[in-house]
């Protein structure tokens, strides 16, 4: 079973709202990822969990808040997003976090800040 | 300075042609990646090359990595309308080290299968 779930599928919010993203995988991987992708572009990462820790931040700018709770979940937390944060947002996860890893991804959050 | 230049960015062919996808660097990779994407959908992850020269052969679809670890291809013979979607290159820096999960993104081929 090579699948990342993610919830919600598409999400629209305003610029003082506060929601959440959650991803979950049952592969037993020890790394998840959060990136951003823009239409037609290839992902950008934002954050990198290994073993629990976080181990990458692509400077992303504080109104995201990653969090894990444990190896299967990931969650990113959104406050006060700006209408260019309008994306989508894939989860991803590997057996431990190194690079030569394949990464498996999750269908994305559609975000929609208005 | 993109580290891996993908190419052609844009290919729009009829059904039941050949294409070729491109993938190229001046630098070392540990490992290559190549996914396709469906709008809306995630990255699916269609193959890993890691070794030098190596060639994966996935159905209609064929991967090469360079001799060097510097470049790869992504062949399609007899492309469908199924094959449509948005094609990406990843590689993990050999000059990275440890550098944990960056992968380094070609810019896509977006690829369009007229029937």
């Known amino acids: 079973d090579t699948e990342v779930t993610q919830t919600p599928k598409h999400l629209v919010m305003g610029m003082t709202n506060k929601k959440s993203l959650k991803c979950e995988q049952h592969?037993?991987?020890?790394?998840m990822y959060w990136y951003k992708q823009k239409a037609k572009k290839p992902p950008e990462l934002m954050f990198v969990y290994s073993y629990e820790k976080l181990s990458i931040n692509e400077s992303v700018p504080s109104r995201f808040s990653p969090e894990c709770p444990n190896s299967s979940l990931l969650n990113l937390h959104l406050h006060a997003l700006q209408p260019e944060d309008s994306a989508l947002y894939l989860c991803a996860s590997s057996l431990e976090g190194f690079s030569v890893d394949e990464q498996y991804f999750g269908p994305g959050t559609r975000l929609t800040v208005t | 300075t993109q580290l891996l230049e993908q190419s052609p960015q844009f290919l729009s062919i009829q059904e039941g042609e050949n294409l070729t996808v491109y993938c190229n660097s001046s630098s070392v990779f540990s490992s290559l990646q190549w996914y396709r994407q469906e709008p809306g959908e995630g990255p699916v992850l269609l193959v890993t090359v890691v070794t030098g020269g190596e060639v994966k052969k996935l159905k209609r679809l064929t991967f090469q990595f360079g001799d060097a670890r510097k470049d790869s291809s992504l062949h399609i013979t007899a492309a469908q309308p199924g094959d449509t979607g948005l094609y990406l290159c990843a590689g993990a820096l050999e000059a990275g080290g440890t550098s944990y999960g960056k992968l380094t993104f070609g810019q896509g081929t977006i690829l369009t299968v007229h029937p």
């Open positions: 592969m037993g991987h020890r790394a």
